[in-house]
């Protein structure tokens, strides 16, 4: 899963520091980090070698699997139809994300070790605490409060990129599991057999209403596929 979702950014950058102020807790700056030593897989890894997850080392303590599962669930809590993302693996998800040795991952795996000290942190200061011991409200109120705040300047800074990463993983890796699938109502691809019949005049009229929306004319659109003679260039590893 963490291939499918190495486009999402949204790491914190490094640079920013966040400063003590009354009622925020200092963005930790000693906390140990572990080394991730792997080469990856490069450009065209072989799915069937790889398997369902990476091939390097998992890092993630149980804790921390732990207090993920706590953050991911306030955020996209269990519904009538729909399971906690702490039921679908969002932890293993997490721990194969932070153990890659990509540097998107390794933004978040700074982030992760930081920002639960943090939350440990912030959580004995409001509640006398730590983040899992919290109740759902008290955990809410801290996330509420990151979320609210600016990632450009002032006491948050970190633990609004904190929220802004871990959110936007934990919303793409739901939505690509089973149970996330069917939340959104998503229709898998169906075998056909005999010739295609084309799309259906609802499907037609709603393209033809999105394609007027952009202000394009939808019969000047054209049809078939456009030419392939631009060969592909290669960078890095060639594949299989």
Request: proline share 10%.
């Amino acid at each position: 899963m963490a291939a499918a979702l190495s486009v999402v950014g949204g790491c914190a950058p490094k640079s920013i520091k966040t400063a003590a102020v009354d009622g925020i807790a200092p963005w930790p700056s000693n906390i140990a980090v572990p080394e991730v030593d792997h080469a990856g897989y490069g450009q065209f890894p072989d799915y069937f070698e790889i398997g369902e997850v990476g091939p390097w080392p998992k890092i993630l303590s149980d804790q921390h699997k732990r207090q993920l599962e706590k953050f991911a669930d306030l955020i996209l809590p269990a519904t009538e139809t729909a399971p906690a993302p702490s039921d679908v693996g969002i932890a293993e998800f997490f721990d194969d994300w932070v153990s890659a040795p990509y540097p998107w991952m390794t933004d978040t795996r700074r982030t992760v070790h930081h920002g639960f000290a943090w939350l440990d942190a912030q959580a004995e200061l409001m509640f006398k605490t730590k983040w899992l011991d919290l109740s759902d409200a008290q955990a809410t109120e801290i996330l509420t409060m990151m979320s609210e705040s600016s990632r450009e300047s002032g006491p948050l800074t970190q633990p609004a990129w904190m929220y802004k990463n871990l959110r936007e993983l934990t919303i793409g890796a739901y939505y690509t599991t089973p149970e996330g699938e069917v939340d959104l109502g998503h229709v898998a691809a169906q075998p056909l057999t005999g010739d295609y019949p084309g799309p259906t005049g609802e499907a037609l009229d709603h393209m033809r209403d999105l394609i007027l929306s952009l202000d394009l004319e939808w019969e000047d659109l054209p049809v078939g596929p456009p030419p392939y003679d631009t060969s592909y260039a290669f960078t890095g590893d060639e594949p299989k």
